[in-house]
């Protein structure tokens, strides 16, 4: 290890949950790049002592020159709670911390004093309940970084990666925000982010209609026909490797997935349950589109497990091991 490795900003997520949990058994590890938890020190440490784990927290002054990793130290640049944290039990006046931590991570990698981003698990309801309003990681990021973003989920030991036109919204709501414009933008951003930050020369795509059997011809809706089919179409021309839209209950078989490098669905419930089943566990999300690297676990807060060490880090080191990945890779290019 040494100050070549690149540097990951972490932010723990929502106190009460199992973020800090997750960052501190993380900490016991021997990893290949130089990590910074944005996050209160003071709660990690009460969180370790939970745990019964011995654990070594630096707190950094600034964020330059972050040391190199030392196992069993966790080097934190502290973002202090408002309110005394309880494992497992949320309170509102600590949302204002959780969005603190992700703003002072962004802005560390806009500065170019961090490679890539690694979000732990967040609770919109409490942010919300605490009078700002918050839908969610992906979106938040986009305002921060004036970009427009794809979210994309993977589990990368079943070589599956799908990515949402439309995120948290409403069902009743799906079929309005799907138009030509969004469409095609959220299709040539998965194209050129598979292209720069996986290599992919020429991906190939499989996209989802809307409705069931993507609208049989238009008997079951007219979505496919008025706004999917002309977005693809005009993609083809332009040479992106683009296969639907196919009905999704049938697309998710080995038959079309064998030969895909990303699969793109219509809505948040359309394509996760598929990804989260066969990746339960190791499935993390990259946020496609923003000028900065991020990565994420796939799981929420799992308040009833926190403190009690009975947690399943795997979505987390995969996470991180995709941020880093993404951040060398970067540094190549």
């Known amino acids: 290890m040494d100050n070549i490795s690149p540097v990951i900003a972490i932010t723990p997520g929502e106190p009460a949950g199992i973020g800090p949990d997750l960052s501190i058994l993380n900490a016991l590890d021997n990893v290949d790049a130089r990590l910074v938890y944005f996050a209160d020190p003071d709660m990690l440490a009460e969180r370790a002592k939970a745990l019964n784990i011995k654990i070594n927290i630096q707190c950094l002054s600034s964020l330059d020159n972050i040391p190199s990793a030392i196992k069993n130290t966790m080097f934190v640049y502290p973002v202090k709670l408002s309110a005394p944290c309880v494992a ?53 990021l986009a305002e921060l970084t004036s970009a427009t973003p794809v979210m994309m989920l993977a589990a990368e030991k079943e070589k599956l990666r799908v990515a949402l036109v439309t995120t948290h919204l409403p069902l009743s709501q799906v079929s309005k925000a799907i138009n030509k414009e969004t469409l095609q933008n959220v299709i040539t951003t998965l194209h050129s982010d598979l292209q720069s930050k996986y290599g992919i020369s020429d991906p190939r795509i499989l996209v989802c209609g809307l409705n069931p059997h993507a609208g049989e011809n238009g008997h079951m809706g007219m979505e496919e026909i008025e706004t999917i089919e002309p977005v693809l179409h005009t993609l083809r021309e332009q040479g992106l490797n683009l296969i639907g839209p196919l009905p999704a209950d049938t697309l998710f078989t080995p038959k079309y997935l064998e030969q895909a490098d990303a699969v793109l669905a219509m809505y948040h419930d359309q394509g996760l349950p598929v990804l989260k089943h066969v990746g339960f566990g190791h499935a993390i999300n990259i946020t496609l589109g923003l000028p900065i690297i991020r990565t994420s676990v796939d799981h929420g807060t799992a308040l009833d497990l926190a403190a009690s060490s009975n947690i399943d880090s795997g979505s987390y080191k995969a996470a991180l091991d995709s941020a880093i990945f993404l951040a060398n890779k970067q540094t190549l290019t």
């Open 88 to 140: 497992g039990k949320l309170n509102a006046d600590n949302a204002q911390y959780v969005i603190d931590s992700i703003r002072l991570a962004v802005e560390s990698q806009q500065n170019k004093q961090t490679q890539a981003l690694m979000t732990g698990p967040i609770h919109k309801g409490i942010i919300n309940d605490a009078g700002i309003p918050f839908s969610g990681h992906t979106e938040y």
